[in-house]
Antibody, heavy 121, light 106 residues
Framework: EVQLVESGGGLVQPGGSLRLSCAAS????????MSWVRQAPGKGLEWVSS????????YYADSVKGRFTISRDNSKNTLYLQMNSLRAEDTAVYYC??????????????WGQGTLVTVSS | DIQMTQSPSFLSASVGDRVTITCRAS??????LNWYQQKPGKAPKLLIY???SLQSGVPSRFSGSGSGTDFTLTISSLQPEDFATYYC????????FGGGTKVEIK
């Protein structure tokens, strides 16, 4: 059974940093691209970042480019999101998500339960 | 960037109703269009991918159609568990989501 479990969310001051983790199990982690998607309170879904299975290719939404860094440790089956220079508008539930297959056109077939990040003074 | 526009943003319907939600892309995305269902406090769930392919385990009352820029999600007979918010997403380019359609009980 595929499982994705996020952790690392919490309250942080504007300008601060936070690192999210997503522990994966039930599939060959290194074979699949992984992504982070966020949802601000009462709002819709926003893709944040993606990383290839090997970790060699990364992609970011313009809203987080230069501030967030996605990475993965395939030996630990874990996905990360390092978030720096956080802003109030980064407040959201952050989900990690797995691509269905191995192409860039594939949808997200599994999602974690989400972890809440609140940026506030 | 590709923009995804869903309509309506809200709809009120009764159990047994046929419901249609539309999604329009700002440029052609071929058939790289996916639909998700989200219930309050839960993660999104994949319903339809590649415009019309039903995800494993999803009831057959859900169907999708379209190509290019115009797409439709149809629920043939709305069930109580279908009251939720539905999102389209393009997977042609930057994985942009539509704004969502909240389906509520009339």
């Amino acid at each position: 059974e595929v499982q994705l479990v996020e952790s690392g969310g919490g309250l942080v001051q504007p300008g601060g940093s936070l690192r999210l983790s997503c522990a994966a199990s039930g599939f060959t982690f290194s074979s699949y691209s992984m992504s982070w998607v966020r949802q601000a309170p009462g709002k819709g879904l926003e893709w944040v970042s993606s990383i290839s299975g090997s970790g060699g290719s990364t992609y970011y939404a313009d809203s987080v480019k230069g501030r967030f860094t996605i990475s993965r440790d395939n030996s630990k089956n874990t996905l990360y999101l390092q978030m720096n220079s956080l802003r109030a508008e980064d407040t959201a539930v952050y989900y990690c998500a797995k691509r269905m297959r191995t192409t860039s056109y594939d949808p997200f077939d599994y999602w974690g339960q989400g972890t809440l990040v609140t940026v506030s003074s | 960037d590709i923009q995804m526009t869903q309509s309506p943003s809200f709809l009120s319907a009764s159990v047994g109703d046929r419901v249609t939600i539309t999604c329009r892309a700002s440029q052609s995305i071929s058939r790289y269009l996916n639909w998700y269902q989200q219930k309050p406090g839960k993660a999104p769930k994949l319903l339809i991918y590649a415009a019309s392919s039903l995800q494993s385990g999803v009831p057959s009352r859900f169907s999708g159609s379209g190509s290019g820029t115009d797409f439709t999600l149809t629920i043939s007979s709305l069930q109580p568990e279908d009251f939720a918010t539905y999102y389209c997403q393009e997977s042609y380019s930057t994985l942009t989501f539509g704004g969502g359609t909240k389906v509520e009980i009339k």
